[in-house]
Structures are given as C-alpha cells and as structure tokens.
C-alpha cells in the first residue's frame, strides 16, 4: 500500500515538473501547449492535404477552395468568414 502511494506522489511529482518544463518552453515561444492556441489554418490546410491524399476525388473541391481564397486576396477584399469560424 505504502508503495503506491509513494507511486503516486512520485507520478505526481514527474507531471508536475514535465508541465512546468512545456510551459517554460511555450513562453519562449518553442512550442504551444496551453497558454497560446493552435493556429487552426495550418491545422485545416495540413488536414484537408490528407484528405486529398485518401480521397482524391475530392482534391478538386480543396483546390478550387484555395483559388477562392488566392483570388480574394489579391483583390484587397476584407477576408470572409465561413461559417466554420475561419476565414
């Protein structure tokens, strides 16, 4: 029993320690962890290139979404907004 415990606390302890570390790191900007979020563009972008690696009948459909968004900013138009919540 008293093993245990001792297992815990020492479990507890290397957590502890291990998130102190991440979120040292995350302030000097090496990673993100908690404080600051993912950027979910990047995110989609790689996600959707996966999607056109399994599924590539919908590799036109992504393509035709990024010559949308390529045509809108080289117009100057303010960004629109999906209703995903990303622009």
Request: aromatic letters at 6%; charged letters at 30%; hydrophobic letters at 40%.
């Amino acid at each position: 029993m008293i093993r245990l415990i001792v297992l815990a606390l020492v479990a507890t302890a290397v957590l502890l320690l291990l998130d102190r570390l991440l979120l040292r790191l995350e302030s000097r900007g090496w990673i993100n962890y908690r404080k600051s979020g993912l950027n979910r563009g990047a995110a989609m972008y790689h996600t959707l290139q996966l999607t056109a690696i399994f599924q590539p009948e919908m590799e036109h459909v992504i393509e035709t979404k990024y010559e949308e968004r390529e045509e809108a900013d080289e117009s100057g138009d303010p960004p629109a907004r999906d209703d995903t919540g990303e622009g």
